[in-house]
């Protein structure tokens, strides 16, 4: 992939992990919290369970981003 690629994803993981937070604290249910922002519950779980998979020791390790 070229650079241009991947910094597209990269900032397109930032995007979502700032979303995906921000309705883990809204008190709001996921399902709510993407239907009252317009976004499709579907892609939002799909980038929640794709985030998950990276922290949990995929592409994006949580040690790398602790330090």
Request: proline share 1%; net charge positive.
């Amino acid at each position: 992939r070229s650079r241009v690629a991947m910094s597209g994803q990269r900032l397109c993981s930032v995007v979502w992990f700032m979303r995906i937070s921000a309705a883990a604290g809204s008190g709001l249910s996921a399902r709510a919290y993407c239907s009252a922002q317009g976004w499709p519950y579907s892609t939002f779980m799909a980038w929640r369970q794709r985030l998950c998979r990276e922290l949990a020791g995929g592409a994006l390790s949580f040690r790398s981003v602790a330090r």
